[in-house]
T-cell receptor
């Protein structure tokens, strides 16, 4: 299965600032997925990132708030912009590797104060 | 709307017992199904895929009922290390996660 390195693992940020989360995969993948998991909630897909094209955002998520970069087949970033306390959550990247299913990064635990 | 519903529990089960939990999914177009395990403050990890014919992996058995749109997970001879949150997942054009079922195995 794929190995994903995600960082930072956690951060505490001031409201109004932005945080960029990085995910590095040890093999080339076509699509990378970004999820949010709020306390006590299920994982919610934010967007799907394809290399060479704009990310596809799910309902309720917009590019201005969550810009995504996908410069190559092994790397992606998600930025949480103009943060508010409601953005406090765990953010996870994920890839699909055939029969291995979906693998997740270790997550970024974000607290906005 | 795509939803996956699970009993959040917690299920408190003595070590060695058998425990089963189900989930239901609303999107009849779902084609892939999984159980993920999530430990506290960790990322979800794939426990097993779920196939129409049912499948077994050691102490774990997963079943899929397409007609009723539910998925089950059975854990036999439960271990203390099985304590975790189990996420039911259905995939169509993307994955839909349940909120998870909390399982606590007690010594």
């Amino acid at each position: 299965s794929a190995v994903i390195s995600q960082k930072p693992s956690r951060d505490i940020c001031q409201r109004g600032t932005s945080l960029t989360i990085q995910c590095q995969v040890d093999s080339q993948v076509t699509m990378m997925f970004w999820y949010r998991q709020q306390p006590g909630q299920s994982l919610t897909l934010i967007a799907t990132a394809n290399q060479g094209s704009e990310a596809t955002y799910e309902s309720g998520f917009v590019i201005d708030k969550f810009p995504i970069s996908r410069p190559n087949l092994t790397f992606s970033t998600l930025t949480v912009s103009n943060m508010s306390p409601e953005d406090s959550s765990i953010y996870l990247c994920s890839v699909e590797k055939g029969s291995y299913g979906y693998t997740f990064g270790s997550g970024t635990r974000l607290t906005v104060v | 709307r795509k939803e996956v519903e699970q009993d959040p529990g917690p299920f408190n089960v003595p070590e060695g017992a058998t425990v089963a939990f189900n989930c239901t999914y609303s999107n009849s177009a779902s084609q892939s199904f999984f159980w993920y395990r999530q430990d506290c403050r960790k990322e979800p990890k794939l426990l097993m895929s779920v196939y129409s014919s049912g499948n077994e992996d050691g102490r774990f058995t997963a079943q899929l009922n397409r007609a009723s749109q539910y998925i089950s997970l059975l854990i036999r001879d439960s271990k203390l290390s099985d304590s975790a949150t189990y996420l039911c997942v259905a995939g169509a054009d993307g994955l839909t996660f349940g909120k998870g079922t909390h399982l606590i195995i007690q010594p």
